[in-house]
């Protein structure tokens, strides 16, 4: 980003040995050196930088870090819900218009009938598969197109917001454009890597989604390229690897638990049931749809928020990033 020279860390000579004594205060302890943790000075948190923005300029607890995605949301309401409302009402149209013509017409392999033959059974079962396998390829492509787009913007906005800058949505949108491509590649590598390795083994792919959890605030606000980015997320969780699991972990589990408890009234309206299976029709299609609209405007934020502000905690801790920010926001 333009305002942290492209967030790519702090410049170790502004880094003082010593710092001037506050009239009528103690000295407050130095930042520590480039690549050194941050350590915790007596009982209370680090000093830190004041708090422009949405998080204090200091390295966060949990709690801060889920304050401070909320605290952006509704900082920058038209831009964090007006962009994921849209990217939400495109995936539910392409993903409603799969369902409605290509899931499979499960009743006819139910009414075949006891005069089916065994190659009509077979038949009809591998069609059915086959149109269930090509729903879910389709909606697996639809969520990582419209999740590149929307996570792209919102690490933008979310570097304005912990400055406590304003930022129109052109603004955001110029800076985040030219990072979609990169960003698209390093989507589909993560997603790769995650999904190879969940497949061989839950535990690779469980460590893999954290070691490469960073990627994408790190390809934004560092304007990296792909390697590049997936590098400096295994750099700065190496060391945190727990910590950095549990948080994205917590944050995973209350934006499902938030986006279920949204979507059921509508499966329900639906004439469905709460385990997913709705009418085949126009009527409960859309309705279940606008559901996944409502949850996907609220959850798909938040989850973008927490890992881009665990990026920045993990700069600050491991990088001093804390000085830096203070410095362009004007604090420090």
Not at 12 to 26: F, Q
Not at 281 to 305: D, Y
Request: charge should be neutral; include cysteine; hydrophobic fraction near 45%.
């Amino acid at each position: 980003m333009s305002d942290t020279g492209g967030w790519a860390g702090p410049d170790p000579k502004d880094r003082p040995d010593d710092a001037t004594p506050p009239a009528g205060g103690p000295i407050p302890p130095a930042p520590p050196p480039p690549g050194a943790p941050y350590q915790q000075y007596g009982w209370g948190p680090p000093p830190g930088y004041g708090k422009p923005g949405v998080i204090p300029l200091r390295p966060l607890s949990v709690s801060e870090i889920l304050d401070g995605a909320i605290a952006t949301m509704r900082r920058h309401p038209g831009l964090v819900f007006g962009s994921s409302a849209v990217v939400a009402v495109v995936a539910a149209v392409l993903q409603l218009l799969a369902s409605r013509y290509l899931l499979p017409d499960v009743s006819a392999l139910q009414n075949l009938g006891p005069a089916a033959t065994d190659q009509q059974v077979q038949n009809a079962a591998l069609k059915a598969l086959g149109d269930t396998g090509l729903v879910t390829g389709i909606a697996l492509i639809i969520t990582v197109l419209t999740q590149t787009f929307l996570s792209g913007f919102l690490t933008v906005v979310i570097g304005k917001a912990v400055l406590g800058r304003p930022v129109t949505f052109a603004e955001a949108m110029a800076e985040a454009r030219p990072r979609f491509l990169p960003l698209l590649g390093a989507t589909i590598v993560y997603s790769l890597a995650v999904g190879f390795g969940s497949v061989l083994c839950l535990i690779p792919g469980i460590w893999l989604f954290t070691l490469l959890g960073l990627t994408t605030p790190a390809l934004v606000l560092e304007r990296g390229r792909v390697g590049e980015s997936l590098s400096r997320s295994r750099q700065l969780v190496s060391g945190s690897w727990w910590r950095c699991f549990g948080i994205l972990l917590l944050a995973g589990l209350i934006a499902t638990v938030l986006q279920y408890l949204i979507d059921i009234p509508f499966r329900l309206l639906a004439g469905g049931t709460i385990t997913g299976e709705v009418p085949a029709g126009w009527g409960g299609l859309l309705v279940v749809a606008l559901g996944q609209v409502i949850a996907l405007t609220i959850v798909q934020p938040f989850a973008a928020n927490t890992t881009a502000l665990l990026y920045i905690d993990q700069r600050m801790r491991k990088e001093g990033m804390d000085l830096q920010l203070a410095r362009a926001a004007g604090t420090a």
